[in-house]
Each structure stands twice: as structure tokens, then as C-alpha cells.
């Protein structure tokens, strides 16, 4: 590659002790661009069907794309991904922070772990250099500790890390990847890919730069851009309180989960949100490399539960998960329960939505202390909730049933606790309610890696305007956020390939980047003559390699459900009486089936393979 990217990617046979450097063809970057579209092609082209995705012949792919590294508010991000532990199927995540920029500085565009170290190791990658070094001393430690060892070890605190957890380590199934120890993988299950290879971290320095076909031009954009963060009404939100600035909204609308899902509106919100932790617990704003919107708080607590800066601080889905969701509105012992899930790597998502789902089958009596060792789960202990990560992460006591994730542990508890599990392949539902937004329930349904919101939709964002990206694709009018009618489907179909386009470029979200704007860079920083039809042909190749990998997995349609909850109406608030309608989703997956040239089944077709120049795949499948 002569533009855009380093044309190598990095090779690590834990198994053997063996690294080794690919050089992929241009046409291989141009066809997949990077982050979710590399995972896609080397998951089901390299990973065999039936791997056991805790056993050594799993694969975990670390990959950047053509934006990552280049000095450009949201290029600090990579993916990460594997099968997943948590689904058994296609396992993907994107994470901020400045390890990916680092790795996008080496030269590499890409890390593929394979089999299994005998001991604990962690990988050093230097510019070109990679080096296995051991990890004994490292084992069983926090992230901040971990961190600190191999910075001193290594001679430098510009090197950056991504590394799992004691949570990884011993593989509870939504274990995370931490970035600089407060930036998470959370998604997927991957830290426990990444601590049954028995390795720790990576440890990444890089002194080169990503090489621009037109440097004057993206620095100008890069500029326009900084300056553009600055004015924006969204990115300026971001600044002021991250993404914890919706959370009071949510509620008076009545889509904040509440006491796992059961409500949408929280008596506490006001204690958890953007503005609370300003005025009572907030340190300072971090963020990403080159990124001027610094969305990420560093909380500190002092008093009964201390906590560290150094972890970060909540986020809106943390708030929701082991806040609201859970009854509890101690803003302090929320910020523990973030820290902890960052120590020990932990999906807050995940854990939270497990523990809310164990703790309405106390209340309900499903579950007893005689079950939980003497722990009373009502909502609303937050002492509960703080004790429950830490038996999780450590898989001890009732924490080791949890650690399973809510679909395993409502099939090993029985007596009916499945209809609380909410859940969509086995991957917990994220903090936003599908009822109010039936294209986001939809593209939960459907997703590749079970329920996911960092892929998906937001209809209420499209019943008050059309944009500038919408339009570029067709979008012209308005659609109603409780409609699942065709032009839903559509719609939902269309925004879904343009966020699996981000997620193989490796861009942020939350930087305002219009579709014409990304083209335009993506061209000045590759030197390819692309549009916006090539890109979302990118994201569209990334959403059916998921499902192909799925399909060869299991799944079948039976599988793109929702959970019994979201077709249960609101019985209070400001939308009692509103949920989805079971019929009308089961007729709006077939839709999509069809729209994205599936047969009926949910099965990518050879024809449409084909025309995604992924025909290969077809063979895969089987």
C-alpha cells in the first residue's frame, strides 16, 4: 500500500512463539477498508465452523483502517474481534483512546492472535518490532497496576496498552478489552478470547505516521473539522457532559431501562446525570487521540466508596446498566461499579443487565438468598450490585453463574427465569428501548453480534428531520418512530450499512462528519477515487460475512427475535400502553430479509455474495 495505510499486518502464533508479517494485496484494503470489514474476512475465512471460541483455534483480530493514526478529530479508534463466547457467533467491538493510533503509527494495520500460550505473556510491538514477553508477574492483577508494570518495565509512559483483565483471565463471557484502562471493547465477549490465549495485553509504541496521498488537503479538513467540534451543537453536548447528557431526557420520555426494563422512567435519573456528575464527582475531561470533543469523564470519590480518576468515569450506558436499570441512583456507588468492571474488564452493559435480570428473579421469587448464598437482590442495593461484580469477575459464589451471561443463567436457574433474561443471541440489550423505537428493535433483532446499538439505529432522530447523510441515500421524508412499516425496514437497512461502513473506516460516531465529507477524505488520505455507494458497499460486505459466519454457527430466523419484554406495553409513564407488536417485527424481518437479498431463512444468497465480490463466502457458509 502506498497511502492510507502501513501494508502489513502482524501475526502472532501464541502456540508456537512464532510472529510473522503478511503483506495483503491493495485490492484486500480497497475490498474491506479495515476494522469490522478485516474481522469479517479473517473470522470466516480463517475460523473453522463449531471452534470452540474459548478453545486455541478462535481467532482475535485487532485492526485499524485507513483513518486510524492520521491527526484527525475521531481517528483514534480500532476494532477488535473474535467469535464470540457470548453469542457463538460473529464478535466484534470498536474502542477509543490512543492504543489504536499508536498501533496505526507502527506500521501495522492489523494483529491476528492465534492458539495459545503455554503461560501468561503479553506482546511488545515497537515501530516494526513485536516481541512475546512473559506475564506471570502480571496475572490476576488490576489494569491500573498491569499498566503501570509494563510501562516501567518498558521504559516509557507513552506506551499504550490494551490489555484484559482478572475477569478475562478467567473467562467470564462478557469479559472486555480495555484501552488505556478507561476506553472498553465492551461488546462480544472478546477478554475472555483474549484470557483463554493466555495473554495480558499488548504493548504498543509507534514513531512513523500514516503516509497521505494529499497531506495539504486532509490537514485542511482536519482543521475545518477541530473547528467545526467546536460550533456544533451535538459535538459541543459531547464536551459538556458526554454521552451521560441524554439520561435525564430518556426518562421524562419515558425510554430510560429501569428495573430491568420493566419501566422507562427512573425516580433517581436526576442524581445520575451529565450535570450531577459535573457539579459533584467529576475530576476532569478526557478523550481520544486528536480528538478536541473530549466526551470522557474522570470521576473521584472520597468518601464511602473511593474512586479512582484514573478509571474514567460512568457513561450513559454504565448509568443505565448498574444505575437505573438496577434501581439504584447512588451516583458514588455507581462510579465504584464503573471502576471495578475497568479493573477487572468487564462489559458494564453485560453486568449490569445480568445482575438487574437476577435481581427481578429474587423479586419475583425465582430466586432466594438459599440461591444466592445469602445475597438479597432487591433493586435498588447498590452494596448488592458492588459485591455481585466482584464475585463475577472472579467467578466465585453465585457471581460464577452470572459470569455466564443472563441466557446461561436463566436455562441453568429454570422456574421460568428466561422470560427476564433480555437478551438477543445471548448478547444483553444496551441501555435504549426498542418500544419507542421500533427500527432500533429491528436492527437488535437482526444484528450480526446479538443486541447492539453502536451498529443500529435511532428512529427518533428521523421523525423530526432528514439530514444531509440520510438524503445522500434516498431518505427523503420523515417516518414516524413507532412505525415498522417497509420504508422502516428500508430506512433502518440503509442507516445500518453507513454505521458498518464507520466501523470498517474506524470512525467515531460522535465527530460530526457528513457522508460527502467522509468520501472526500477518505479519498485525500487513500488516493482512491471512491464514493459514498463503494463505502456503504463496504459496510454491506461486513454485514453479511457476520451473517454468513452466523448462519454456518446455527443461526437460523428463529434467532432474530426480541426479547418477550419488548412486546409487553409500558403499564406507567409517559408511554403506558406502548410496545412492539410480535407480528409486525416478524414480517419486518422478512422484509429485511429481502431487501438485503437473503432467502427466507436469513441466509445470504450466492447471487447476492456475488455481487458483493465475496463470492467466496458462499462456500464458507457451509
Known sequence: MEYGYGGKILRVDLSKGKITVDEPEDDFYHRYFGGSG?????????????????????????????????????????????????????????????????????GYDAVIIEGKAETPVYLWIEDEKAEIKDARHLWGKTTLEVQKLIQKELGSTAIRIAQIGPAGENQVR??????????????????????????????????????LADEKAVNAMAKALRDDCKENRGAVAMSQNGTAGGLGGFSMVGVLPTRNFQQGSFEGAEKLTGATINETILVKRGGCYACPIRCKPHVGVK???????????????????????????????????????????????????TIAFAMECFEKGILTEKDTGGLKLNFGNAEVMLELIELIARREAFGKVLAEGSARAARAIGKGAEEFANHVKGQEV???????????????????????????????????????????????????????????????????????????????????MTSDKMVELVSGITGWNTSLWEMMKVGERVINMGRALNVREGTTRADDFLPKRFFTPFNSGPLEGVAIKEAELAQAVETYYGMAG???????????????????????MK
Open 38 to 106: 478485516f474481522i469479517g474476512y479473517f473470522l470466516v475465512r480463517e475460523v473453522d465452523p463449531g471452534v470452540d471460541p474459548l478453545g486455541p483455534k478462535n481467532k482475535l483480530v485487532f485492526a485499524g483502517g485507513p483513518l486510524t493514526g492520521v491527526p484527525i478529530a475521531g481517528s483514534g479508534r480500532n476494532s477488535v474481534g473474535a467469535k464470540s463466547p457470548l453469542t457463538g457467533g460473529f464478535g466484534q467491538a470498536e474502542v477509543g483512546g490512543f492504543w489504536g493510533g499508536e498501533l496505526g503509527h507502527t
Open 174 to 211: 462478557y469479559a472486555c478489552i480495555l484501552n488505556d484502562i478507561n476506553h472498553a471493547a465492551g461488546r462480544s465477549g472478546i477478554g475472555a478470547v483474549m484470557g483463554s490465549k493466555n495473554l495480558r495485553a499488548i504493548a504498543v509504541r509507534g514513531h512513523g505516521k500514516v503516509p
Open 303 to 353: 468518601g464511602v466508596y473511593k474512586v479512582d480518576p484514573n478509571y474514567g468515569g460512568p457513561e450513559y450506558e454504565t448509568l443505565g446498566a448498574l444505575g437505573s436499570s438496577c434501581g439504584i441512583d447512588n451516583l458514588e456507588a455507581v462510579a465504584l461499579g464503573n471502576q471495578q468492571c475497568s479493573a477487572y474488564g468487564m462489559d458494564t452493559i453485560s453486568v449490569g443487565v
Open 430 to 512: 444496551p441501555m435504549h428501548d426498542p418500544r419507542n423505537r421500533h427500527g432500533l428493535g429491528l436492527g437488535y433483532a437482526i444484528s450480526p453480534t446479538g443486541a447492539d446499538h453502536c451498529h443500529n439505529m435511532y428512529d427518533t432522530g428521523y421523525e423530526r428531520r432528514i439530514g444531509r447523510n440520510p438524503s445522500a441515500m434516498g431518505i427523503l421524508e420523515t417516518i414516524p418512530a413507532q412505525e415498522l412499516s417497509p420504508r422502516k425496514v428500508r430506512l433502518q437497512l440503509y442507516h445500518s450499512l453507513w454505521q458498518h461502513t464507520l466501523n470498517c473506516l474506524v470512525f467515531c460516531q460522535f465527530v460530526p
Open 598 to 620: 437473503w432467502d427466507s431463512e436469513g441466509r445470504p444468497t450466492p447471487a447476492k455474495l456475488e455481487e458483493l465480490d465475496i463470492g467466496w463466502v458462499a462456500e464458507a
